[in-house]
């Protein structure tokens, strides 16, 4: 039985397929055409996290971001073609609720939570009926698999993305109590300063693929490189007064 | 079949027991004790979130919260009372692992993000073996009900306790693109103005039982009294080049 015509934003969590909600389950078993991000070449993630429970035979709509590496992040030519990326993705899934199909996005995480289906969802939620099912966030996943209480009571707690410029980052992490870094690939050096002069070095645990049987978990003090990947994190636990 | 004797923080979610993750409904199944946290007199929200999934005659360990509201909350004497309350609740799980049996402790939301598991993990996690399974966050739970997309890009998102001076909370609340405020209850008044003052109110959503089907969400200055349960949460979604 198929639902009424909708588009579903579906969190399939972290990457371990146990952290998908029951409810995004049913949605997957519900859902007429499944959409998913992923990078030209590269399988989606969040496919991954949801294969087992995609119908046998189910309409997969991958929306394949352009080749866009070759341009700077804030260049107008690479605004303007990831604008048209995200309003070709939103046409597509359009006309699918246009012939009355239910459309599920998955999204590994949370869907609103820094996540590429909202880029859909500002464009297509005042027009089409819109359900938004919360994932288990990335960082959430990380910190469980390390066991670190991240943050407790009245504690502060902020995420930052590793691409802000260093002082920046370093006053950011010495005004909060407990913090996350994402996006730490290249920016680890820079991270790895900041949190020093934030006095928070030594509070600092690198997690790379955190729910994941290869997971790789240390003190960031006693990572010997400065090799990581993008989806890499850094967790500074708060908690300091008690811990 | 009983899994080996261990501690296991489950987090069962924001509310709506189809949040729940597939691996927290097996942790339910497989454990010889269900611990968690209440107020006296009052049921516990984890195992009400949790109850289909209870095995029936499973033991049950409540974690009865000592009566403390007529303390001040940084007195002597409560902080006391409340370590040793923790105290004796580490005790008494304990108990159950050195009998063999293991023990899942049901907490609503995420264990370790503001949960009171994570005082039993630095109790316990050093002695006995133990897991952490996370769950989605009530923030995750409210942004999604509400659908509004939390943070983008390279937004920096803040963690706040509505308990915060109001200057700080203020100064905070300017600093970041995306926040959540937390612990509104009676410090809605001063909520209020300091997201007037940050010039942040027009963005801010008021929600209270966000992932319930009495859920109340509104614009915060649609608002027109400051009766405010303490579980209630403000967002203030990020995003703002481009919504």
Sequence with gaps: MSAPARMIGVGVGPGDPELMTVK???????????????????????????????????TELPLLYPVTTELPKHAPAYCGKIDAFYQDCAVAVAAHLDANRSVAVICEGDPLFYGSYMHLHVRLAAHYPTEVIAGVTGMSGCWSAVGAPICQGDDVFTVLPGTLPEAELARRLADADAAVVMKVGRNLPKVRRALDCAGRLDRAMYVERGTMTDAVVMRLADKPDDDAPYFAIVLVPGWEKRA
Excluded at 29 to 39: L, N, P
């Design 24 to 58: 995004a389950i049913r949605a997957l078993g519900e859902a007429d055409v499944v959409a998913h991000f992923a990078k030209t070449g590269n399988a989606s993630r969040a496919r991954t996290i949801a294969a087992a429970h995609l119908k046998p035979g189910v």
